[in-house]
């Protein structure tokens, strides 16, 4: 009974596996025919979508169109002048933002007064000034060509003796110099050549420049003024000094109302400053720009200045304007203005292969006035050819263009697009840098879901 009773289990065992086994096949079947019908639902989907769209091309025409306008993408280098506000982004639209420039001091001091109208009239020797210790260099007051003294060298001896002294002024910095102006009155009494000489510092050594009574000799004031334009004095401690030499008995010297300047050019401020405008060439490519504008919006606070806005000529390594339309510059108002410069056919001079423009803002003529500039646009545009398509999408579905063929006789040429139709709708779509032949030729189009428009 025991024995059949286990023969009986394991038949039953047999029975349920069988039976999960099937179900499991069933259960995969299931799975790879819901598949297949979902597939099959999607390509018909497809396909429906597909047999519903409907886009056509209207009209194909060259144009000659305008690109957005290209701003700065970094901060400008300033090569004269300093920032002083805003930034960068400032100058990117139209608005009520700007950045703020300011002219520096380019280049001289102007006039300098070392020594103004020195007649001795205080402390002896005066403040920065020295004389030969022990010499005979005194103030007189008998002979003064201006107030009541002067400087004065008492002579002594006779013979081949006689007395020596050097008065000397204080040092003065002639390191910027262009010039330097000596004006002085001298004394004569019975002085000889070689008694009375004018020396000058060059920094290392003083150098007898001038021997006085070899100009004038006879007896009383004589006036001498001299420009000096040598550069070798133009050092950062020029000194100037009288040598009375074996000046003897009854012969005397004098100075008197002393005048030191120097000429260190005209103080003047200027501005520069620039900046790189790029494009991409991809989108723009280079055989289809016709010329590039520049247009500047700008505030300056002096209206006597002339700017100029130039173009980094990368054939040859500097700025300029050559091939401008506009080449004479412009003059604000004192108010918004906007200056806007076209480059012609020279355009090609001034765009790098990878689209880079580099422009500059410069006062070209720096004056005595600090001026500011504020500036609220800055920018680029190109002008090129290209061609405008006219598309009607007749479908209720939304249609996107992602590429454009251009086909004639001797060749094809592909172009990448992104754009879209809307359901019902007709619009125009330019392409830069797409030229079309001067024969006849046909245009495809090919949207995402795989239709085909042809124009021709």
């Known amino acids: 009974m025991l024995i059949t009773t286990c023969r009986r289990f394991k038949r039953n065992k047999r029975g349920v596996s069988n039976i999960i086994v099937v179900a499991l096949s069933l259960v995969v079947i299931l799975a790879i025919v819901s598949n297949i019908v979902l597939w099959n639902y999607e390509m018909t989907q497809l396909d429906y979508e597909k047999l519903k769209e409907e886009i056509s091309i209207i009209n194909v025409e060259s144009v000659t169109t305008e690109s957005p306008w290209f701003t700065a993408a970094s901060e400008f280098t300033v090569s004269s002048g300093a920032r002083t506000q805003g930034t960068y982004l400032d100058t990117q639209a139209v608005d009520t933002d700007f950045e703020r420039f300011t002219e520096t001091t380019s280049s001289g001091s102007g006039s300098t007064t070392f020594i103004k109208e020195e007649s001795f009239e205080d402390d002896w020797p005066p403040k920065g000034w020295s004389v030969t210790l022990g010499s005979n260099w005194y103030i007189d007051s008998e002979q003064a060509y201006d107030g009541k003294f002067s400087a004065f060298f008492e002579g002594e001896g006779w013979g081949g003796g006689g007395a020596s002294g050097y008065l000397t002024t204080p040092s003065m910095d002639c390191s910027d110099a262009e ?145 401008f339309n506009i080449t004479t510059g412009h003059n604000p108002t004192t ?108 245009i495809k189009v090919v949207t995402e879901r795989g239709n085909i428009a042809v124009y021709s």
């Open 179 to 323: 010039s330097i102006d000596i004006d002085f009155w001298w004394f004569d009494q019975g002085l000889d050549s070689d008694d009375f000489e004018l020396e000058l510092f060059d920094g290392n050594k003083w150098i007898s420049y001038r021997d006085l009574n070899s100009v004038e000799f006879w007896d009383g004031w004589h006036h001498y003024t001299e420009t000096i334009k040598d550069g070798h004095y133009f050092v950062s401690d020029f000194q100037i000094r009288w040598y009375a030499k074996t000046v003897r008995d009854y012969e005397y010297a004098g100075v008197d109302l002393v005048t030191v300047n120097k000429n260190a050019g005209i103080a003047s401020f200027s501005l520069g400053f620039s900046n790189s405008f790029d494009f991409d060439v991809s989108e723009y490519p280079l055989d289809s720009v016709q010329t590039v504008e520049i247009q500047l919006g700008y505030r300056a606070s002096d209206v006597s200045d002339t700017w100029y806005l130039q173009a980094y000529n990368w054939a040859s390594g500097s700025y300029s304007d050559s091939g």
């Open 335 to 442: 108010g918004w203005d906007y200056y806007t410069v076209n480059m012609t056919d020279a355009w090609q001079n001034y765009v790098r292969s990878d689209g880079t423009i580099n422009i500059r803002l410069v006062d070209q003529n720096p004056d005595a006035t600090q001026t500011t500039v504020d500036i609220d646009f800055f920018g680029v545009k190109l002008k090129t050819d290209g061609t405008k398509f006219t598309f009607r999408n007749h479908a209720g579905l939304t249609a996107h263009i992602v590429s454009v063929w251009v086909i004639d006789s001797t060749g094809h040429e592909r172009y990448d697009v992104n754009f879209f139709v809307n359901s019902a709708a007709t619009k125009d779509y330019t392409k830069y840098g797409i030229v079309l032949p001067e024969t006849d030729y046909t």
